[in-house]
């Protein structure tokens, strides 16, 4: 993606604020939060900037900025925000344009995929932070890495043979959109159409052209002609399997890894493997990023502190504290030492940012709907589903 050009206006020195300090929201817990705590102690100590922190469960705070920001009575920071919220925060003039405050090295060390989530409208509305996303999460004591399928074909054989009575060689939750748009968009469909300038025309919705259906038809097959997927898998179902060592590869995301750690599998990360002509498979990728109040007294010193606990060093710190991935590619680098975290870089490489417009609301429930009929029954017609999914998003 073309990076936008940010003039450099800010720099960790010159901090305003001493006596007023900066208040920030946040829904972090356990050790994401004790992360935050020493990075607020951290830039304290270095500036001299007070940083009180309340924790807002994250279910709450779009809202609750959308409705007390403008009265003067929310915090001037948020830490952290998902990158799909954010158009409606900024359409609602209660988040700030970051321009003034991200550097050029700054977003020169962002993944492509980080920088356009929290692009709307062609101004970036946040800082990222770290992204989150699916990826095959594989039982190495069952497909050690010398073993692993090259391509789509060798992957699909390679299920097929380890799924008996009473094990699974694949599973994911295929009903859930989320998920399934990894097959929908990597046989050519696509949610709305990406412009040159990174905006998004909700106009030209690409979730019933001829490379969805194909991907639709792929998801059906790994069910009805495959045999790998049972009626009735959902998450819980595919990751309880995978952490009893019955089931030798899911596709889920980072929140599953701790979990599985402590059932004592043995695991690995890496992309989908590429159809036998090379196409890749990626889906739907997530960044979580830090926000700035748009009706903030100290933009200066919040500012400071997102720059701050978004810094490589931070971002390293908070991977190795509790696996989340890196947004900062200098970060990455230093955890390359880590199977599961450089799995999940690697697959989130060319994986695409959910759509951060409002008109994202409407896609979730009438692909919900055609996944759950399109997988009801071998007979089902992919084309006649998404082209009613389509509709029902258009308003038609």
Known sequence: MRKVLITLSLLLVGVTGLAQGINVWSHFGDTDLEWLQGEAAAFEAAFGVPVTITRIELSELKQKMLLSAPEGEAADLVVTIPHDQIGELAAGGVIADMSSFATEDYLADLSDQAELAFTFNGRPFGLPLYSEG????????IIPESDMPATYEDFIAKAQELTTEDSYGFLFDNKNFYFAYNWIRSNGGYVFNLMDDGSLDAGDIGLANEGAIAGAQQIKALQYDHGLIPAGTDTSVAEG????????????????????????????????PPMADGTEYAGFIGVQG??????????ADAANFARWITRADAQVKLAELSGRIPTSAAAAAQVADDPVLTGFIAAFESAEPMPNIPEMGNVWQPMADALEILLKDADSDPEALLEAAVAQISGE
Do not use: Q
């Open 290 to 299: 830090v926000l700035l109040n748009e009706f903030s007294e100290n933009k």
């Open 241 to 272: 399997l995978f952490n009893e060592g019955a089931a030798a590869m899911v596709y889920n995301g980072p929140w599953s890894i701790a979990n599985a750690r402590a059932a004592g599998i043995n695991l690995r990360v890496a992309p989908i």
């Open 134 to 141: 699916p990826a095959l999460i594989i039982n190495a004591d």
